[in-house]
């Protein structure tokens, strides 16, 4: 079975430009998370979709930041435009059901913004 | 405020020695907490839920609702343990993981 994927896996953008990552959650799995983790912190959760449903975004830190998911299944995370604060490592999970069921995360995708 | 506490930024042992990774919560009420850990070079990956009351790898982990605390046990450490542990909480309503900071832990041979 394949796992969650990630693209790219690394982003070297300059501060104002955009920048779109995607993710691929395992086939079957209506819960798709993403989370990042900013250097130096802990990892921190932005958002939730059950299926193409935003559950929850109340991590979203501010509207230059926009997920979509398409038909349920994949989703994309633009930045637009970019700040120098949202470097970092952006991971996306996937669960079959919610709460106690584990989440298997993507490799994740490292942003740099210069 | 949902919060986890680790903290020990890095954990380090000698091979065979005990391991205990700290974890302290807070929630007023009830979590389900995990830990998840990262090898080098591979992606966070669930090690132990507090459900299960299993252990893993050799790794138990005991609910303390009086001490708030679910702090990570391995008896005898072994070199392929080294990696980034974290623990991790969900609540009630809610799906999300609130992550702690991460404890690293070495094993030295």
């Known amino acids: 079975e394949a796992g969650v994927t990630q693209f790219p896996s690394h982003s070297v953008i300059e501060k104002g430009q955009t920048v779109t990552l995607r993710c691929d959650p395992i086939?079957?799995?209506?819960?798709l998370y993403w989370y990042r983790r900013v250097m130096g912190k802990e990892i921190k959760f932005l958002l939730h979709?059950?299926?193409?449903?935003?559950?929850?975004e109340s991590g979203m830190p501010n509207n230059r930041f926009l997920a979509e998911r398409t038909g349920g299944t994949y989703s994309t995370l633009k930045v637009q435009p970019a700040e120098l604060e949202d470097s970092g490592v952006y991971f996306c999970?996937?669960?079959?059901?919610?709460?106690?069921?584990?989440?298997?995360f993507g490799p994740g995708t490292r942003l740099t913004v210069t | 405020a949902q919060r986890v506490t680790q903290p020990e930024k890095l954990l380090s042992v000698f091979k065979g020695a005990p391991v205990e990774l700290k974890c302290n919560y807070s929630y007023s009420g009830s979590p389900e907490l995990f830990w998840y850990v990262q090898y080098s070079r591979q992606r966070l990956q669930l090690l132990l839920r507090?459900?299960s009351r299993e252990s893993i790898k050799g790794f138990t982990a005991d609910l303390n609702k009086g001490e708030t605390s679910f702090h990570l046990k391995k008896p005898f450490a072994q070199e392929e343990d080294s990696a980034m542990y974290y623990c991790?909480?969900?609540?009630?309503?809610?799906?999300?993981?609130?992550f702690g900071a991460g404890t690293i832990l070495r094993v030295k041979s």
């Open positions: 086939s079957g799995h209506d819960n």
């Open positions: 991790a909480l969900t609540g009630e309503y809610g799906n999300k993981l609130v």
């Open positions: 999970a996937s669960s079959q059901k919610w709460r106690s069921y584990e989440q298997y």
């Open positions: 979709f059950v299926k193409e449903s935003k559950q929850d």
């Open positions: 507090h459900i």
